[in-house]
Each structure stands twice: as C-alpha cells, then as structure tokens.
C-alpha cells in the first residue's frame, strides 16, 4: 500500500481556518485520497476523499497538489468539536485492495478556546 | 437512525479466557470489516465479509475468528487472548467494497486480565 506522511500534531485557535497536510510521494493513478477523523473515545468517520480535483462537502474541503503527490485536508473555521486524530489513507479503487482503508498513524488536531 | 452498533462498549476478560464482540447495524450494507486499535495506534484492519465471502488479512493471527451469521450480525472471536489483544475493536460497514465510505460503530475496548 502507497504511504503517507502527515505531522505527528497541529494546533488551532477556535474560529481560524486549519490546513492539514498529507504527503503521498507514491501515489498510483487510481489512488483516491480519503481522509477520516476520530473523536476522542469514538470510531474514525468519514470527511471526504478525491482523486484529482479539489473538493468541498460541509465538513471540509480537500486540495490536491497537480502532480497529486500532496493534499490539504482545509477545515475552514476550527471548532472545539473539530480536535481529533486526522488520518489521510490512500485507498485503491477495488481489485485485490477491495477499498481497503490502511490507516497511518495521523495528525492530532487541538483546537484552542 | 440507521447505524453501526457494538456491544458491549466495555469488556474485561481474562488471559485465556474466550471471548466474543458484537457488531449490528441497520444500514443493510453488504460489507462488514473488523478493525484493531491498539492504545495511541492507528486501526489496523483485521478482516472483512462481502456478503457470506469471509476475507482475512496475510498478518491477522489465527487467534482471531469472525461470523456472520446474517446481514447484520458480525461477530469477532478470540479464542485465546493474550495481554497483547488488549485493544480498541472497531466495526465498519459499507454498501460494497469499493464505495467510497466506511461507517464505523463506537468501538468495544477490550482489556485482557
């Protein structure tokens, strides 16, 4: 499975715009990136995934570098609720991966009052 | 609400001693993975069954069973656990393999005396 590498930890003050970046130097061409969150003391959920261009959804947005080696998982204005492990995972399109998400070991987000 | 549930949240077994984790869940997915979360870890995926088809990973020990005996239903065995199984479970689901989502329950932590 490609890899990726995150910063171990990121802080926020409440209300600012948080940047999470991932480095996925190996990625393959079907390679979607996925990123999920864990809560403390609850299972990972899910916040949004790409394969080439940019996305948004109401939790967060997704920027993805051209050569695709890189992305930014942007939380637009942090919240308490927001303090998490974020986990960037790229997952194979199917085949004998079947979508299997293999975790890496994340970034703690704290987020200041 | 459609969910992932696990029971119990909590359970305390002895070294040796067999146990066995629920997972239920409303969603009728197809797909239902096993994952292991080890204290300050990233999950680590054990198995999964698409349907009755039961998928186990190269690395997950033979210590560790699965059944499913309907769509709802997963249940994870171990038969023999060690003060190394101590752990977080974590249940997933997903309407097939490579749907681009994986909906997981709040996890059982097991601790092994």
């Known amino acids: 499975d490609a890899k990726t590498t995150q910063p171990n930890s990121m802080e926020s003050n409440e209300e600012e715009p948080v940047h999470l970046p991932c480095n996925h130097s190996?990625?393959?061409?079907?390679?979607?990136i996925h990123w999920y969150r864990q809560l403390p003391s609850q299972g990972p959920e899910y916040v949004i995934h790409?394969?080439?261009s940019n996305v948004n959804n109401r939790m967060a947005s997704l920027a993805i570098a051209e050569d695709r080696k890189s992305s930014t998982l942007i939380l637009h204005r942090a919240t308490l609720r927001d303090a998490a492990v974020y986990y960037c995972?790229?997952?194979?399109?199917?085949?004998?991966?079947?979508?299997?998400?293999?975790f890496g070991q994340g970034t703690i987000l704290t987020v200041h009052p | 609400d459609a969910m992932v549930i696990q029971n119990p949240r909590y359970q305390v077994t002895q070294f040796g001693k067999p146990v066995t984790l629920s997972c239920s869940q409303t969603?009728?997915?197809?797909?239902m993975y096993w994952y292991q979360q080890k204290s300050s870890q990233a999950p680590k995926l054990l198995f999964h069954y698409y349907d009755k088809d039961f998928n186990n990973e190269a690395d997950t020990p033979d210590n560790f069973q699965s059944r499913r005996p309907n769509t709802s239903f997963c249940f994870l065995d171990i038969r023999s656990p060690g003060l190394g199984d101590a752990a977080m479970y974590l249940c997933?689901?997903?309407?097939?393999?490579?749907?681009?989502?994986?909906?997981f329950g709040p996890g059982t932590r097991l601790t092994v005396t």
């Open positions: 969603l009728n997915h197809n797909v």
């Open positions: 997933a689901t997903s309407p097939r393999t490579d749907y681009y989502e994986q909906y």
């Open positions: 995972i790229l997952r194979g399109a199917g085949g004998t991966s079947y979508g299997k998400l293999t």
């Open positions: 190996t990625i393959s061409g079907t390679d979607y």
């Open positions: 790409g394969l080439t």
